[in-house]
């Protein structure tokens, strides 16, 4: 449903919502005829919950697309993903915690090795280090100088920085550095045909082209990583606020930055949350009175998934199950539990299977599902929806939509 | 689907559909586990024809948005209810069963108090009796004398009445004057910024403002009903016949004006329908011969759930169930079974839920569905479906649409 008309629906109630976030939740069997991670699961308290709540698969973009992190979350938070794009270089600097300013134009750096003509060899410089990362960028934070921009270039992990440009009349619409391939020269940074603000991009665009020259200067001398390739470069998307789109007071309880990142884009305060998931639920028992939504992220479903290891996604999911009574003892007037893609451990990897959700709440209509699984939510009766309608569908029940039309 | 495409696709046949719509069929148990006015009504006909048919849960407008009577009737209708938008004035007009003309503009009016600086003290006259209403609409009609418009000033109900402009020149997108808050003075009608034609925008809210001033003269000497305050100024959104988009000669049968009117709207014929459910009935069987479509409503369902009694809604729907042989008897080639919208005891009102329907042909594949209710629509082949979709699914099982390229 389109945010816009949302937005002129959305009523003040007192009311709270509960988002519980488990990355990556949907999966497959490892035998095309046994059962996934979840369905394996031993969830005592979701179980119990999907028994008094509404269900079905969310379809986080479309049938066949595999989301990222950024549009996955996007979705769940109600903004149609393909209308607010979030750029790679933005989502990294979300995920070192960097503050990004709405004018900052934020790029993935990578560190790489050229040769003697400039043609590079190994676009991830035999992946350094990370603290050799570390030792780079501060050498290059101490001698690159750009006129009339403020410059922050922070390390993320091995060969992989992060560069941002602050000052005014900057813009994204640029091309990047990175050739792709071994054996050719870094690509100059332009302009892309269409660009919002010509100017603006051009001049960003030699901004990070001197930045580039500068950097293979000052790098001449290391073995490996001699040279940089720039990505992504992009500014925020200009998004409203979970407040100004829906009039909610909404807070994110998440351990990893990245995701608090997202949560602060649409306007949620990013709460400190610990570093385990007990601690995410403190924080929640905490801050329950000063907020309206609650959106927490659970990381490790996710992560096991990556690894492909099917027992420990199936352990984290036990882990969270326990933690499902204390939600319900605040009493939310919603509670909505859902993924923002499927992790199955036999993909390593994202994919674009639905992912089982359920929402409860006095008024949500209970479809007799008896488990909360990907079979069971598939016959429930929200079917395969769309992501992006779990917001509205979550607003209606804790009554803070009113009526279209007389 | 597109109503443009529906249209290229309509050809004529010797068929029959019905629509059958309880309105707000829809609602919610009692209890988060227990069964809803559908569910707990006996419907011996009604569960015997979904055995007959497809089922699915109709969803007016989307996720999350609970629809008024007019959005939730253009969708059944086959009309796209954001696309075609009904202002509030015409839709107090059709409630009225007041004739609207294409080019008439009409808008919702309340006898409103404003004291000696004509600051608006009660927005409702203190709710005055409908009597004072017939007799204060009377004597504006016979003393408010505006140039080059013909002028009707019908009484509603309480402090509402009804204002049309009849000429040329006029236009809707123009602002209320009702400030929506004691304590200041009435708003100037205005121009809205992007109005289709401003400059009859602007005629129509000059010769609205001049009714306002002449309006307060008077009405002067009034205890209560000292002014008038006017909103949702607009004139019937130019939308196509059902002649003209699906070539159906269409007929509507219902007791209450607001709905005769809707149907009007999109050029149905509306048939004297009595007051009772058996005098519809009888209106559906004596006009059988000289149309093709039939939108056969019941108000009383929704009319039980507003008041927030579940037995009683219960007891609209077994009454309606009765009736469902005698339409069988007429053999129509499709019967739909549908709502408008949902409006469960449990909310006393209109909800955003899906409404369950069923749809019956030679040709409607049935799905094994055994019961007509929440749950098992839901569980239905058509699943949560929209509810535009109802009107050309019909149209196919009756075999007016034609293939769709080579």
Request: some cysteine; glycine content about 10%; charged content about 20%.
């Amino acid at each position: 449903m389109d945010l816009d008309l949302i937005r002129k629906l959305a009523i003040p109630a007192d009311t709270k919502i509960v988002f519980l976030v488990m990355d990556g939740l949907g999966g497959l069997p490892l035998e095309p005829e046994g059962l996934t991670e979840l369905e394996t699961a031993c969830t005592p308290n979701l179980d119990s919950l999907a028994q008094r709540s509404v269900s079905g698969c969310a379809l986080p973009l479309g049938a066949g697309i595999t989301p990222g992190s950024g549009p996955g979350h996007l979705a769940l938070f109600g903004y149609d993903p393909f209308r607010y794009v979030i750029g790679r270089g933005v989502l990294e600097a979300l995920g070192i915690d960097f503050d990004l300013g709405p004018q900052d134009v934020a790029g993935r750096g990578n560190f790489c090795t050229v040769d003697s003509e400039g043609k590079v060899t190994d676009r991830r410089a035999g992946r350094i280090a990370t603290e050799t990362c570390v030792r780079l960028t501060s050498l290059l934070r101490e001698n690159v100088r750009l006129p009339g921009v403020e410059l922050f270039i922070e390390p993320v992990k091995e060969h992989r920085f992060v560069l941002v440009l602050r000052g005014t009349g900057l813009a994204g619409d640029v091309t990047e550095s990175d050739p792709q391939q071994p054996g050719v020269n870094p690509l100059t940074i332009t302009p892309i045909p269409g660009a919002t603000d010509p100017a603006a991009s051009q001049r960003t665009a030699d901004l990070v082209n001197e930045f580039s020259a500068q950097a293979r200067r000052i790098l001449s001398s290391e073995p490996a990583a001699n040279m940089v390739l720039l990505r992504g470069l992009d500014r925020r998307p200009s998004i409203p606020t979970m407040q100004e789109a829906f009039g909610l007071r909404a807070a994110a309880i998440a351990v990893y930055p990245m995701y608090r990142g997202l949560a602060k884009l649409v306007g949620m305060t990013a709460l400190p949350s610990g570093t385990k998931l007990a601690d995410e639920f403190d924080t929640l028992e905490r801050a329950w009175p000063q907020h309206d939504f609650f959106y927490l992220h659970f990381k490790y479903t996710d992560s096991r998934g990556e690894d492909g290891d099917f027992a420990a996604k199936v352990a984290m999911i036990e882990e969270f199950d326990q933690y499902v009574p204390r939600v319900m003892a605040l009493k939310p007037d919603v509670v909505v539990v859902t993924g923002d893609h499927s992790t199955p451990a036999l993909m390593k990897g994202h994919s674009w299977h639905p992912v089982p959700s359920l929402l409860h709440s006095r008024f949500c209509r209970c479809d007799g599902t008896q488990l909360f699984g990907e079979r069971a939510c598939a016959r429930g009766a929200l079917g395969t929806f769309a992501s992006v309608d779990l917001m509205p569908l979550a607003l209606a029940n804790a009554l803070r939509l009113a009526k279209y039309g007389a």
